[in-house]
T-cell receptor, first 116, second 109 residues
Framework: GAGVSQSPSNKVTEKGKDVELRCDPI?????LYWYRQSLGQGLEFLIY????????KSGLPSDRFSAERTGGSVSTLTIQRTQQEDSAVYLC??????????????FGAGSRLTVL | KQEVTQIPAALSVPEGENLVLNCSFT??????LQWFRQDPGKGLTSLLL?????REQTSGRLNASLDKSSGRSTLYIAASQPGDSATYLC????????FGTGTRLKVLA
């Protein structure tokens, strides 16, 4: 596609429910990243994928958070047993190859999650 | 562990002023540095990307400089306008982006 597409754009859920957030990267981009931005906070790195593998998942805040990527394309971020502190905007980004001196990330518009 | 700090956290200025936003980072082993703006409830808009071999980049009224050895970057905004009001974020780039804490700018008409 023309850009990084994320769905849903907005999600309201009840505490304790599971949610799935989806990211469609730019076609052909091998690197995919997830970030989180809580209210009034900066952007926090969660995980990145190179192809279907995740060499760095150091930013996932707890074992309730998981992510997968299939076919080197679409990625899903899953949050189990959501808590109110999970409320945030979840941003996905992709790049042709791993972000380095020559490649930069293109960010999606984000998925806003509200946990009641 | 890389830490990126932006000063000031918030800034309010009258229209027309020239201003400087600061970004500092603790590990100089970076590839690039990028400045973004973020409007309330919106995504990121890339402003300027400075590659490690460069020392500055300019776009219109914006100028960004990078001094890797001292771990600092500055974003200079000339002749500020109310439309410049937003949060400005810097990000240092290795294989991933590490974002700064942001500066909330308000330009008063």
């Amino acid at each position: 596609g023309a850009g990084v597409s994320q769905s849903p754009s907005n999600k309201v859920t009840e505490k304790g429910k599971d949610v799935e957030l989806r990211c469609d990267p730019i076609s052909g981009h091998t690197a995919l990243y997830w970030y989180r931005q809580s209210l009034g906070q900066g952007l926090e790195f969660l995980i990145y994928f190179q192809g279907n593998s995740a060499p760095d998942k150091s930013g996932l805040p707890s074992d309730r958070f998981s992510a997968e990527r299939t076919g080197g394309s679409v990625s899903t971020l899953t949050i189990q047993r959501t808590q109110q502190e999970d409320s945030a905007v979840y941003l996905c980004a992709s790049s042709l190859v791993l972000a380095d001196g020559a490649n930069v990330l293109t960010f999606g518009a984000g998925s806003r999650l509200t946990v009641l | 562990k890389q830490e990126v700090t932006q000063i000031p956290a918030a800034l309010s200025v009258p229209e027309g002023e020239n201003l400087v936003l600061n970004c500092s980072f603790t590990d100089s082993a970076i590839y690039n540095l990028q400045w973004f703006r973020q409007d309330p409830g919106k995504g990121l808009t890339s402003l300027l990307l400075i590659q490690s071999s460069q020392r500055e980049q300019t776009s219109g009224r914006l100028n960004a400089s990078l001094d890797k050895s001292s771990g600092r970057s500055t974003l200079y905004i000339a002749a500020s306008q109310p439309g410049d009001s937003a949060t400005y974020l810097c990000a240092v780039i290795t294989y991933k982006y590490i974002f700064g804490t942001g500066t909330r700018l308000k330009v008063l008409a």
